[in-house]
Each structure stands twice: as structure tokens, then as C-alpha cells.
């Protein structure tokens, strides 16, 4: 296809045409020119294929498919690799199945544990979730494939999400909900974006000229295309202004006429629709070029990466010494998800799966008794049931209590209200603990809920929502077939009121106001010194994990661009390191496995500002490492740091700013378990905007003069010798400290003689003329 010769044939009312959708999954074709459609399809846990004349969030009509654990769950692994096979896998199948395009990943933070479509995203930490989601990108694109990253932005709920507007400052835009898209769009530079239903600040997502081309498109360099979410688009022509391409679904050519229509009457240029049309084109000739005829694939290995992703993402939150079970041991497997499994979320995510195996289906040959302890459709206690699981547990050396959120307590399309698991299964666990003390929780669901018998269990194994092979990777896990090693990648906090959104979410019928700022999950609590349930990073193994030997060395940049290693090494707790905003940093450690079973641990780097002159978080992620280690094996990890590892979004510059000071790079366990140290010092070597205008006081330029003694000279003038004088006094104190808070124009206040206009403009000529 050549889209340069296309554009110079299509009339005006074909490339209107093409700016919105034939049907619910397809673009428009121009068969005249040979323009074909192609197909798009949601995911983006498994591919949801779905006839184009059943309802978008049912599953009639979706093609039999692998249904993966949810980023909820995947992102617990940590595992940027993991994530990159599951793209692969699911651009396999998207070939197979002559879908061009899948409609994932999501990436919006988990601003509130009570988003109902928490499940769908991978984290409260942008740094993670924008590592994972590249992975998960690069995999799918590997296969000539397309991904639609969601939702572009501050999506972050289900109430009103249609008309809400997220009212945020921009440095929160930037640390939290943008930081993730932006790497992203660096690392694997998406086919396609999609902005969500949502406004914010006021202005829809589809409709902000910031959002679509100043930040994505001019700071990030997106070249890709950008397509609103179902049914987000309001004003058609205003939104192809902004950045928006294509509209989906079809506006049954309501939205086509008024494209044609603004072009006609000026509103709209020419160039810029052309513009739109060149992306979507080039979109179809990415499908039709890379597309595979015949592909296929095979189901049964999928569902095996399945089940091996929910064993690497599944987190041991406790473990007294009842974990791995014995598999001669007699177990009772107690509540209905053991049979019946809840693996995956409600709504346009939903899987029409080809099998599931529940961990009853993986228990044969175990010993094993099972009773449905509850009624997953009603949160009932039914008295004969809870008879029939305490008997059960009671004649048990262990019980296996699977509990979890049903269908109905978070999905996408509504909120939760709380955080807590149905009744009937609180006082189910609580019964049997009082039959059966060796008794250990399996948790299914999407999001942190309360636990009131924590205290009391043995054994938690949170597992979220595994996907269709859920049952085996619980089995696996539970009786050391496989050693537990995910993180969780979110807070679990002790009471709903704890945490930093509570008084904000959802907010008013129009507004929902992101008062808590950059301090969501882990960096409010940590700053608040507030205890938790279970912390961000954290999460047990069947073996132990001893870190040490922490190495910091700074590579230089040469003038090519290429990095050298800088000499001299410094080790934790010696030398202070020193470097530049321009340098990296390397930073490396030896793990050790001090257990007697092979086991993989997840090493965390977070940053710490020592010196900072706004308020920032007590520390933040910015390197990961998921490492495999046999008993006694010890390993080096290997992180690299730049300047933005160390920086905050500084408004008054627009720009990432690393200021010069000490930082501290902590390597933990978790956010809450720091076990290595070391310093870095930090120079700031650009130079330092400066903004000149009515509010700029005097105190805000004197450091930037080269010879502040000729300001000193000319005010002396206008507010008298006390102003400016050097003495130990009162009066001269208090008339310095004001002099430094003082604006210019306030110098015709102060002065005893008139102070005109070209007076302040020579003053002001005069500062800019001493800047250094």
C-alpha cells in the first residue's frame, strides 16, 4: 500500500469515511482503491473475538479462546519476560484468528482498591506498570500484530467514567497517570492508543490537543494512531483537531458528514484530516502486510503458559510452617471456588474460554475431601453446608478454605463499595479455625480485600484472578510443585478509610478531585508511617534469600552518546558516589537462595530524595529484577539508573528535574523491607530557567546575580539606607527579610520618592543584565 498515492485519490467523503468504524470491530474499506478492512478485537488477557451482531460486553458470539490471569495477577510476577510471552502468545492467536489489532494492554493506576476494574490493571506504581505493559507490547507486536494501549488517561473508575472529569494538578499527570503510557510509547511504541471516556481538567480525553499531540505525540515522539475508547466521542470534528483518528464504533455516518462538512466551511483543514487518515492507513497496511495466512496455533501449550503464569504471579502473603502441604496428607478443600474458580473479570475483558480446570479437576490422586462450604451467587450462610465443612475439616490433618470476590463484587461498569469478602465466607474461615487450626486461605479475586482472621490462619496464598488454568497453578503451589514468587504489586491496606482517595472517590456527579496528588498505594502509607496489611513488593517463598555486596558505579557519556564505566567502585556504607544528570548509574548486588528448594526472588530498587526542595515520596520503584536461583546458588543483579530515576516533574520548568543533592538508592524485599543502602550525589548541570514576570521577588534573583551589590546600590535609594545594611539589629533584619519577599512593583509602596514604570523596567533590565 502505498499511503502517500492514496491520499492524493481518496475524495473528501472517503476520508471522512474512514475516520470512524464500519461496524462494532472493523474500520471501513474503500474497495474502489482496493483499501481493505481489517479487524479489531478486545482483550487483553485473552482474545475476545466476538461476532459483530452480539452485544459488546456479553459473551455471545466470542470465539472459544485462552483466557490469561489478569494484569492483576501477572503483574505480581515482576517479570518483564513473562509479560513479552504473553504477547507473543496472544498475537499468535489474534493471527490464527484474523484480528489485526487487540484492545489492550490497560494501564491505569490504582488510584482506589475500589475501582471495579482494578483487576484489569496492573498496579498502584506507574514505573511497574509502564515495564510490564512495554513487555506485553513488544510481545504482541513481535507477531506483526497491533495493541491499543488504554485507557489514555486518569481512567481511574467506574462511576460516571462516561462523563466524570479527573480534576489533577499536571506534575501528578506526569509521576502517576501518564508515566506509564510515556514508557510505553518509548519502549515499544504501540500501533495504537486509546483515550479514554473520561475528561480531565475539564476537557474530554478524545478533545485535548495537550493529551493527543503536545505530550503524546511532540514530547513522547507517538507516531502511531490514536482511536477513542466505545462510544467516547463527543465532538467529531474538534476531536480530529486535537489528535483523535479514529472513532470507534460506527457513527453510522453521522460523524463522516460533519468531517466533510468542516472541511468544507474551513473549520477544519484539509492537512489535518489528511493527517488522521495517513494513520489509519497506515494501520491497515501494518495488518495487511504483516498478516499470516493460515496461522494456528496450538491451545493445550497456551493453556500450559496459562498455568504457569498464575504460578509465577500468585503471592504467599503467610506461611507458618504449613506450606508446601504433603501430598500423602489428608486435606479438605472447603468452599465452591475449589470447584468453580472465579479467574477472570467482568465486562468487555471477559474470556469465552475452551476449558477450565478448577483445583479439584488438579487434585486427583491427592488426598482429598471437598465440601462447598457456600453459595458464590448469594452471600448467604447456609447451615447445612457449613455442618457439612466443618465435619470435613474437623476429620482433615489441613484444611484449604478457597474464598475470593464473586462476579458481581467488582467489574467493569460499576465500583465496589467496600473492601470486604462476602459474610458467609468470613464466618465460614472462622468456623473451621475454630475445628482446624492448620488452616490456610486461597484467594480469588481481583483486588486487596480485608482479612479479620488473618491473625489466625496458617496459610495465605493470594492468587487473583489466575485464568482458565487457575486450579492446576493453586495445586502446584500449594504442594510445592511450584515455589511461590510474586510480589504483590499493590497495597493491601487495613481499613478502606486508610487509604489516600478515601475522601475523593468517587466524587460528585461531574468532578472527581484527585486531592492526594503523587501519594497513591505505597508512597502515601509509607509517608504517612501507617501500618498495613500487606505492603507493596512484598511477598514469601519456600526458600530464603540473603542480599549483599551492594556496588554503585557511574557511567560516563562520551561525546558519541556511547556510556563508559567510570573508575573506582564504591560499596555500601563507603565513598559517597558522585554524579551528573547526564551520567548513569549502575548499580549491583549478590542474591543469594540460603533455602533448601529452588526458588526465584524480586529484587526492588526504589530512590530516595535526601535533600528535596518539594515535597516528593519517602521513596520510589525504579528498578526491578526477577531472579532464578537453585539452593546455595548466589547471583549479581544488574540495575541501571539515568537522571530520571532521580527526578520529580518540576511545572515551572516543563520538564523532569534531577536537582543537585543526595539521593539514596534502596534495594528491598519489599517497599517496606529495605535491607541494602547506599548514597549517590547528584549535579544538576542545565542550566536553570528563570522566569521574570510581576511576582518574581527580589530574594528570587539575588542568588542568580553576578554583583548583587548593584541591586543593593539602586534600592538603597528607594527604600532607604535599613534596607540594604549590614547590622546585627532588629530593624535592619526584618527590613532585609522583606526586601527578599518583595516583588519589584512593591517598590512604589515602599519608597519615599515616586517610582514610575520605566523606574521598574531599567531595575528590571538591570537584574537580567547581572544573571550569571
Given amino acids: 500500500m502505498d499511503v502517500k498515492k492514496l491520499l492524493s ?79 507473543t502468545a496472544l498475537g499468535d492467536e489474534c493471527q490464527a484468528e484474523e484480528v ?36 506485553y507490547v513488544n510481545g504482541v507486536q513481535s507477531k506483526n500484530i497491533g495493541t491499543s494501549v488504554k485507557h489514555f488517561a486518569a481512567n481511574n473508575q467506574e462511576t460516571r467514567r462516561l462523563s466524570i472529569s479527573a480534576e489533577v494538578d499536571e506534575r501528578t499527570l506526569r509521576e502517576i497517570y501518564l508515566a506509564a503510557f510515556e514508557t510505553i510509547v518509548k519502549k515499544a511504541q504501540p500501533w495504537t492508543m486509546m483515550c479514554s471516556y473520561n475528561l480531565i481538567n475539564g476537557t474530554y480525553s478524545c478533545e485535548n490537543d495537550w493529551l493527543l499531540t503536545k505530550v503524546l505525540r511532540e514530547e513522547w515522539g507517538f507516531d502511531g494512531l490514536v482511536v477513542t475508547d466505545w462510544g467516547a466521542m463527543n465532538d467529531r470534528v474538534k476531536a480530529l483537531q486535537s489528535g483523535l483518528d479514529l472513532e470507534m464504533p460506527s457513527s453510522h455516518g453521522v460523524t463522516d458528514k460533519e468531517i466533510a462538512a468542516a472541511v468544507l466551511d474551513g473549520r477544519l483543514s484539509m492537512e489535518a484530516l489528511d493527517k488522521a487518515v495517513a494513520r489509519i492507513l497506515e494501520l491497515v497496511k501494518k495488518s495487511v502486510e504483516g498478516k ?59 474470556i ?94 481481583g483486588s486487596p480485600v480485608l482479612m479479620p482472621w488473618a491473625d489466625k490462619v496458617k496459610g495465605i496464598l493470594e492468587v487473583y484472578l489466575g485464568g482458565q488454568a487457575v486450579g492446576e497453578a493453586t495445586v502446584h503451589l500449594l504442594y510445592g510443585k511450584a515455589n511461590p514468587s510474586g510480589k504483590l504489586a499493590e497495597t493491601f491496606p487495613l481499613r478502606l478509610q486508610d487509604n489516600p482517595s478515601y475522601y475523593n472517590f468517587p466524587g460528585t456527579s461531574r468532578t472527581v478531585s484527585y486531592m492526594e496528588g503523587i501519594f497513591i498505594g505505597y508512597r502515601y502509607y509509607d509517608a504517612k508511617e501507617m501500618e ?50 547526564a551520567d ?36 520510589e520503584l525504579k528498578g526491578f529484577e526477577k531472579v532464578a536461583l537453585e539452593p546455595g546458588e548466589e547471583k549479581e543483579v544488574t540495575f541501571t539508573l539515568d537522571s530520571r530515576s532521580f527526578a520529580f516533574y518540576s511545572t515551572e520548568r516543563s520538564d523532569w528535574y534531577a536537582e543537585s543533592g543526595e539521593y539514596q538508592i534502596l534495594i528491598g524485599k519489599s517497599s517496606r523491607n529495605i535491607v541494602l543502602s547506599g548514597t549517590v550525589h547528584m549535579e544538576y548541570t542545565k542550566p536553570e530557567p528563570f522566569h521574570f514576570d510581576d511576582r518574581t521577588t527580589l530574594g528570587d ?18 527604600l532607604g539606607a535599613a534596607a540594604t545594611e549590614e547590622s546585627d539589629t532588629a530593624e535592619a533584619k526584618m527590613m532585609a527579610e522583606m526586601v527578599k519577599t518583595m516583588p519589584l512593583h512593591s517598590l512604589r509602596s515602599f519608597s519615599p520618592t515616586p517610582v514610575s514604570a520605566e523606574d521598574l523596567e531599567n531595575l528590571k533590565q538591570l537584574i537580567l543584565s547581572q544573571l550569571k
Avoid at 503464569?309 to 500468585?314: R, V
Avoid at 504467599?316 to 470447584?339: C, H, Q, R
Avoid at 513488593?537 to 561525546?559: D, H, I, P
Wanted: charged share 25%; proline share 4%.
Fill in 584 to 619: 548513569q548509574l549502575q548499580v549491583t548486588v549478590m542474591v543469594k537462595n540460603t533455602g533448601s528448594c529452588f526458588g526465584k526472588e524480586i529484587v526492588q530498587l526504589y530512590v530516595q530524595d535526601k535533600e528535596a526542595s518539594v515535597i516528593r515520596p519517602l521513596k
Fill in 352 to 445: 469465552n474460554s475452551f476449558k477450565v480446570t478448577s483445583a479439584l479437576d488438579a487434585s486427583k490422586g491427592l488426598h482429598i475431601t471437598y465440601a462447598k462450604g457456600y453459595d458464590t451467587l448469594k452471600d448467604e450462610l447456609d447451615e447445612d453446608r457449613l455442618e457439612e465443612a466443618i465435619s470435613h475439616a474437623k476429620e482433615a490433618e489441613a484444611a484449604v478454605v478457597f474464598a475470593g470476590l464473586p462476579d458481581a463484587y467488582e467489574s467493569e461498569g460499576y465500583d465496589r463499595t467496600h473492601l470486604n469478602l462476602p459474610a458467609c465466607q468470613n464466618t465460614l474461615i472462622e468456623e473451621i479455625l475454630k475445628v482446624q487450626p492448620n488452616t490456610v486461605v486461597v484467594l480469588y479475586n
Fill in 100 to 135: 489485526s489489532t487487540i484492545l489492550g494492554p490497560a494501564v491505569n493506576m490504582k488510584r482506589s482498591p475500589l475501582c471495579g476494574r482494578n483487576f484489569e490493571y496492573f498496579s498502584e506504581d506507574p514505573y511497574l506498570a509502564g515495564e510490564l505493559a512495554a513487555g
Fill in 701 to 718: 534573583v539575588l542568588p542568580l546575580m553576578k554583583d548583587p551589590s548593584v541591586l543593593f546600590d539602586r534600592i538603597k535609594g528607594a
Fill in 9 to 87: 485519490e481518496l475524495t473528501l467523503e472517503e476520508k471522512a469515511g474512514l475516520c470512524s468504524g464500519a461496524d462494532f470491530w472493523h474500520t471501513k474499506a474503500v474497495e474502489r482503491l482496493g483499501i481493505p478492512q481489517v479487524m479489531v478485537s478486545d482483550g487483553p488477557h485473552g482474545l475476545r473475538k466476538q461476532d459483530i451482531k452480539e452485544d459488546h460486553l456479553g459473551l455471545g458470539g466470542s470465539v472459544k479462546a485462552v483466557c490469561f490471569p489478569a494484569a492483576s495477577a501477572l503483574a505480581c510476577s515482576f517479570d518483564r519476560d513473562l509479560l513479552y510471552q504473553l504477547g
Fill in 532 to 581: 498495613v496489611l500487606y505492603p507493596f513488593g512484598y511477598g514469601l517463598s519456600y526458600t530464603t534469600f540473603t542480599y549483599r555486596n551492594l556496588k554503585m558505579q557511574v557511567l560516563k557519556a562520551e561525546a558519541g552518546g556511547e556510556n563508559i564505566r567510570a573508575e573506582g567502585e564504591h560499596t555500601s556504607g563507603t565513598n559517597l558516589v558522585h554524579m551528573t544528570d
Fill in 292 to 350: 499470516r495466512y493460515g496461522a494456528s496455533y496450538d491451545k493445550e501449550e497456551h493453556h500450559a503458559l496459562a498455568r504457569r503464569m498464575a504460578e509465577e504471579g500468585a503471592v504467599l502473603l503467610k506461611n507458618e510452617s504449613i506450606l508446601p502441604l504433603k501430598e500423602d496428607s489428608k486435606v479438605a478443600f472447603i468452599g465452591e471456588f475449589a470447584s468453580a474458580p472465579r479467574y477472570q473479570g467482568g465486562g468487555s475483558s471477559h
